[in-house]
């Protein structure tokens, strides 16, 4: 089964304005990204992002994400106390080895659940990990999804 890799961080998406609730998606799902184990020939079959299907579902994806990472997030906090949350990445059980046991458990449920938000906005697992590599590296893609995260938030 292919994981895609979560990392837990502090800022919350709500309190943040579009310029930087859009720095945070994308902070999001470039931690989010996982299944790592890409090949030059998968890649090179893989085209471009430059549907504009695939940036709506993952900016669908990534928003419908955002919740659940932040009441699994505040659910670890209040486990481990004052202490500072590791990065988890679902991908790596290694990563979650220092948390309690509890937090572990919340840490899959939550890399789980967001597997299957992924594969529910008609999106691969390898496809989203594509776009969020092209994100990185791409001004206009980034744009798009800005736009398309403003034209979702906005919606009723």
Excluded: W
């Amino acid at each position: 089964m292919k994981k895609i890799t979560n990392l837990f961080f502090q800022p919350s998406l709500q309190h943040l304005f579009p310029r930087n609730l859009f720095f945070g998606i994308l902070a999001t799902a470039s931690l989010v990204t996982g299944s790592m184990t890409f090949s030059l020939r998968a890649d090179a079959q893989t085209p471009a992002v430059n549907n504009t299907d695939d940036i709506t579902n993952y900016a669908q994806a990534v928003l419908a994400m955002e919740t659940p990472r932040q009441q699994a997030f505040d659910e670890i906090k209040k486990l481990i106390g004052g202490g500072e949350i590791p990065k988890i990445i679902c991908n790596d059980p290694k990563s979650m080895n220092s948390l309690p046991r509890q937090a572990q458990d919340i840490a899959v449920t939550y890399c789980n659940r967001s597997q299957k938000i992924v594969e529910d906005s008609g999106l691969s697992i390898d496809r989203f990990n594509k776009i969020t590599l092209e994100l990185q590296s791409n001004n206009n893609l980034k744009r798009q999804v800005y736009n398309t995260l403003i034209r979702l938030q906005k919606k009723p």
